[in-house]
């Protein structure tokens, strides 16, 4: 069975980007500030806090040993992002009006802490929060039950200055995102560039078209919620889309390719010097600085057009909302570019060799850390990964979903070699804990290798990092040839294979 263009699309589009292996992932709302929020939403938006303490109603403190080790984000996704002492979290929150706030559900990481940890207290306040207030700086969240819990200001480092506005972070991917965000709108509104309704839907139905040409029910499996994202991430795709073309035009230069479309890396590189000579964005950190500039120009990670061929020339002639088909070519994994991941045309090459069109569900994730040792699904059918013989990969993740590109080069005995995921798009519910589905969806970028036996699919991490074991699916073993007895020399091989 082909893959869809509705699947193809919606891989692109529904979801967050995790198998990107470059600077960041993609930026999901470039060109979208935050004053298309509530304006009570506003005042939170952006803004990180560590744990001061929580007051019972008997006006007993609970004092955390280490308040950075308790902290909360709100990020403009109406996402949030917490530590609670050894455990991470992250969840969904909304203020609708002045000094009102609630939190979704959390999915957050079930480590043991040690003890006098606060983890627990911490934890079981955020579903009975309904509003917060501002004072001396700090900010008190208020629980229905009269607890309440008070923050201060994280204390975060000048990261970068861009266009005047201070970029204040630890983390070098989100100084990249924030940077390359304000850059590209002020660019975007420089030449112009602008989405219409009317591109939006001609853009989709050209998708759906393909699907209905093709036959898969694809569309008939989209929520509502799904069909509202399509339409509202559309409009990011065809933007930078017209970004891309617009600064190729300006500068010109080598195209590459990429699983999600054309870039012109040569133009992005031209395009951001110029900026940072102008003084328009400062990095003020030399690590952070190295991070921000290996994409543009480390020329050997990239697979680039030939020069001068037919190919390269009309790369950005038709609009991904006109074209008559999407084209299929089978491309060499690369990372995606930061911020610039949401262009049209991922496509999907045919798989040959013995997992092409096979089923499998997890049996176990084997850490080469001590400190997480094996983790094995309460439910092994919830887990679920299904590689198509055209290059495309279906997974279930508890109570997700994730969709991508998949390749494989058989060693010559036929059950193992080395195996790679594409980017890999997820839907974004919040699985009740404990849930292996943010794991699995992060590993993935870093599967190298594969290893058949016992009737089990064996795939490894970089580095050692681990092995994911997969079983057949019931009733879809199929001819998959397997190794009988363990054999050490290809137990090495493999783990070779994940050592790059």
């Not at 950190?285 to 994409?295: C, I, N, P, V």
């Not at 870093?446 to 681990?466: I, K, N, T, Y």
């Amino acid at each position: 069975m082909k893959i869809s263009r509705l699947s193809l699309l919606l891989t692109t589009l529904l979801v967050v980007i995790v198998g990107s292996t470059g600077p960041a992932r993609a930026m999901d709302q470039a060109g979208e500030s935050t004053t298309s929020q509530p304006e009570a939403q506003q005042v939170l938006t952006g803004t990180r806090w560590q744990l001061v303490k929580i007051i019972s109603t008997d006006n007993k403190e609970d004092i955390p040993g280490e308040s950075s080790a308790y902290t909360l984000q709100f990020l403009a996704d109406g996402t949030m992002r917490v530590q609670a002492d050894c455990n991470l979290g992250n969840g969904s929150w909304s203020s609708t009006a002045p000094g009102q706030l609630e939190f979704g559900q959390i999915a957050a990481t079930q480590a043991l802490c040690p003890p006098g940890s606060l983890h627990d207290r911490y934890m079981a306040q955020f579903p009975h929060i309904r509003s917060h207030l501002f004072a001396d700086g700090h900010l008190f969240l208020a629980t229905t039950n009269g607890i309440k819990v008070e923050f201060k200001p994280m204390s975060l480092p000048l990261a970068a200055t861009v266009l005047g506005e201070e970029v204040r972070t630890d983390d070098a991917d989100e100084m990249q995102r924030a940077v390359l965000t304000r850059l590209f709108d002020r660019y975007a509104e420089a030449q112009g560039i602008a989405v219409t309704a009317a591109e939006i839907d001609a853009f989709v139905e050209n998708m759906r078209r393909g699907m209905r040409a093709e036959g898969p029910t694809a569309e008939d499996d989209l929520t509502p919620e799904e069909s509202a994202q399509v339409a509202q991430m559309g409009r990011s795709m065809i933007r930078q889309w017209k970004l891309n073309r617009a600064l190729h035009r300006q500068y010109g230069g080598r195209i590459i390719f990429q699983q999600l479309g054309p870039e012109p890396l040569d133009a992005y590189r031209q395009f951001l010097g110029e900026r940072q000579a102008a003084g328009n964005f400062t990095i003020h950190r030399k690590d952070f600085e190295d991070t921000f500039w290996r994409y543009f120009r480390d020329d050997s990670s990239h697979d680039f057009y030939e020069p001068g061929s037919t190919e390269e020339a009309q790369a950005f002639n038709t609009p991904p909302w006109e074209r008559a088909g999407v084209e299929t070519r089978k491309q060499p994994a690369s990372p995606a570019a930061p911020g610039v991941a949401e262009t049209a045309g991922m496509v999907a090459g045919e798989t040959t060799g013995p997992l092409a069109g096979t089923s499998w569900r997890l049996v176990r994730f084997q850490s080469m850390d001590d400190a997480i040792g094996e983790i094995v699904p309460g439910d092994p059918s919830a887990y679920t990964m299904t590689l198509s013989a055209d290059g495309s990969v279906q997974m279930q993740l508890n109570c997700n979903r994730a969709m991508g590109t998949w390749s494989v080069e058989p060693a010559s005995d036929g059950i193992s070699g080395a195996f790679t995921f594409g980017p890999l798009a997820t839907t974004r519910a919040l699985c009740p804990p404990p849930s292996m589905d943010d794991r699995i969806a992060r590993d993935a970028q870093w599967v190298r290798g594969f290893l058949l036996r016992d009737g089990q699919l064996h795939l490894s991490l970089m580095a050692d990092g681990g092995i994911y074991s997969w079983e057949s699916a019931p009733g879809d073993a199929g001819d998959v040839p397997f190794a009988a007895e363990p054999d050490p020399e290809l137990e090495d091989a493999l783990r070779a294979v994940g050592s790059d």
